[in-house]
């Protein structure tokens, strides 16, 4: 579609070390490939104690810039409100680390033109989950999807989504919405169509993530029971 407004919403908090990578892996990309859409990208500084704010700006990028840590979910709802006001036709959630990779961005926008509201980079399309502890909690996350939607996801834990304006105005609109494969699992029980695209990622460049052996296994626990046990009351 012309004319379409794409936004790229990247959460940081912390990532001196590999946002200025991001930025330019992006702008890279825009000057290599002709988009026939528009395609914008704001950070979203989550209260970083680094430079993270001081190196954004110094690039001339947009910023929203949050004076306190809210966590993923906060400063991902921050950016979607932004997406809303300012009319942006779809959103991708975009990771601040290196790991995702602006190429896959014409093939999510195009998957939404044919009628998805909800476009997940997957790892798994064509791919084969490898043998791990990590993968078993996927596993059982697409499991409970399965069981409670009848839709399979392949990649639920992949934080590279797009949600089109139907999808936007939604999340904005509701409470207790949150960029983790629960929400996924909540927009297909409404009706929203979910397409998955087969891209690849890369590992972070610098830094450990947050989600260690431990904090996985906790995630994967909690995102299951909520699926499973909490969801069928949600309004």
Known sequence: MKNEKILLIIPAYNEEESIVNTIESIEQFKR???LPFQLDYVVVNDGSTDLT???VLSK???LIDLRINLGLTGGFMAGMKYAYRQGYDSVIQFD???QHLPDYIPAMVKEADSGANVVI??????EKKPNSLRMLGSVLISFAIKITTGKTINDPTSGLRLFDRKAIQFYVKNYNMTPEPETVSYLIKKGFITKEVQ????DR???ESYLNLKRSIQYMIRVVISILILQPFRK
Not at 121 to 126: A, D, E, L, N
């Open 32 to 34: 290599s490939v002709k």
């Open 53 to 55: 704010p001081l190196l």
């Open 60 to 62: 001339g990028v947009k």
């Open 96 to 98: 601040a680390d290196g």
């Open 121 to 126: 980079g997957s790892r798994f399309v064509t």
């Open 199 to 202: 891209v690849k990622m890369q």
């Open 205 to 207: 460049l610098v830094g």
